[in-house]
């Protein structure tokens, strides 16, 4: 009887210390961040995504190259309800002077970020075919008085992303409160993360990744024409919410090694490897965040170098937002949450 007694009451006593500690953290969770149980949202947003590729010679002297896509942008609405926040964009037409000067670029892209309260996602699936070269006037490149811009209608780049993040200073800094306005920072704080990566990226041309002239492209050296590369790495970082009243800034810096699985094929033939090479992701936010109104700026970027024999191909995809938004009173059905 005693001894029931005695663990009885040691059970009792844990209940008691695991709730006190529960509501220990709610209260420093409140004291950093304010939720809005009550309201949802809608956000008009214009989104201008990101997929670059920068090829840069390391055995001869060619200036590095860098090729990107025609008009990225895009227009949609966001909306945050049942605590899910969800995007719809549609991409902008470009004119027909912007198609003669840097020519057609046909697309496919999808991207989302998922931020909740302990963790994170990018996941990301983005196929292009058209590119322009952007730095056309380096003296290495061939000049054509016809298009000021080089064009590379026949260059196909495919970009397959996942990437999970966890935080670790949950109770105290929020994710959502900069990048989907869930929530509102009240406090500076910041948190470690540590995140993981999985990519899958690959381009492919008619003729070499960097334009030659014709006496290089009879040399003994192979021209890069197509490449794949796998990616899975480790990503540690750390965030940091500035808050002054209203106003917030998020900073975000992660980086990390990767092993990468490359196949390239030139016009000698294909060769495969096996590399360590880093992965680096930034991300930045600014705005104003009210109980009624918000209005920012938000950025996200990875980038990859992956490297091949004689050249290095550098790999840069992400997003720029611009957002305003106003929230309302839930009434209803609207007050349930999915999750």
Request: hydrophobic share 35%; net charge neutral; aromatic share 16%.
């Amino acid at each position: 009887m005693k001894k029931l007694l005695l663990l009885t009451t040691i059970t009792f006593g844990l209940f008691v210390a695991a709730f006190a500690q529960t509501d220990s953290i709610t209260a420093v969770r409140e004291a950093y961040i304010q939720e809005f149980p009550d309201r949802f949202y809608l956000k008009p947003i214009l989104t201008v995504r990101n997929m670059s590729l920068r090829v840069d010679d390391k055995v001869g002297d060619q200036q590095s190259v860098k090729y990107e896509p025609i008009n990225n942008t895009y227009l949609g609405l966001g909306l945050y309800m049942f605590n899910l926040g969800l995007e719809l964009s549609l991409r902008l037409p470009s004119s027909d002077e912007d198609e003669q000067q840097y020519g057609e670029t046909s697309a496919f892209d999808f991207q989302t970020n998922i931020y909740t309260k302990r963790w994170g996602a990018d996941v990301a699936y983005q196929n292009y075919e058209g590119f322009y070269i952007k730095n056309p006037e380096d003296r290495f490149l061939e000049w054509r008085s016809d298009h000021p811009f080089i064009q590379r209608e026949d260059l196909e780049v495919m970009n397959f992303q996942l990437n999970g993040f966890y935080m670790f200073n949950n109770d105290k800094f929020s994710y959502r409160s900069s990048y989907m306005q869930a929530d509102k920072q009240k406090k500076s704080a910041g948190s470690f993360l540590l995140g993981t990566t999985f990519g899958v990226f690959r381009f492919r041309a008619d003729s070499s990744l960097i334009p030659v002239s014709g006496e290089a492209a009879n040399s003994d050296k192979g021209h890069v024409e197509a490449g794949k590369f796998t990616t899975l790495g480790i990503l540690p970082g750390y965030t940091y919410n500035f808050i002054l009243k209203d106003f917030y800034l998020n900073l975000s810096f992660s980086a990390g090694p990767a092993n990468i699985w490359t196949r390239s094929t030139t016009t000698e033939g294909t060769d495969s490897a096996v590399k360590i090479r880093p992965v680096v992701g930034a991300r930045v936010a600014v705005g104003y965040n009210s109980e009624k109104f918000f209005c920012g700026f938000s950025m996200v970027s990875q980038s990859v170098s992956y490297g091949l024999d004689n050249i290095d191909v550098n790999g840069q995809t992400g997003n720029a937002k611009l957002f305003f938004g106003i929230r309302f009173l839930e009434k209803g059905v609207m007050k349930k949450n999915l999750f």
